[in-house]
């Protein structure tokens, strides 16, 4: 079994869009934590939690890091988040 533990928070929103914009805001703020991994987070149903969407963009920069940007954004990946 592995050493590493994930902490699941429960927070509800009525939709999708709301749930990945409530869930930005927290993962930006946790940053400051050296725990947290905020490129990582993924929003579900609460009835259906094995189907998660990605709250960031999922691809690898060259530094090693995540994107910071929406899935599936338009040009070029980055770590400064861009609002929609």
């Known amino acids: 079994m592995s050493e590493r533990w994930v902490v699941h ?13 409530l869930a930005r805001v927290v993962a930006h703020w946790t940053h400051v934590l050296p725990q947290t991994d ?24 060259s530094s090693g890091l995540r994107c910071l940007l929406w899935p599936d954004h338009d040009g070029e990946c980055s770590r400064r988040p861009r609002w929609r």
């Not at 939709?15 to 990945?20: C, E, N, V, W």
Request: net charge negative.
């Open 9 to 21: 928070l429960p927070v509800v929103a009525h939709d999708l869009l709301a749930a990945q914009r």
């Open 38 to 61: 905020p490129a990582g987070t993924t929003v579900s149903a609460e009835d259906d939690q094995n189907v998660r969407h990605w709250v960031f963009c999922d691809r690898r920069l």
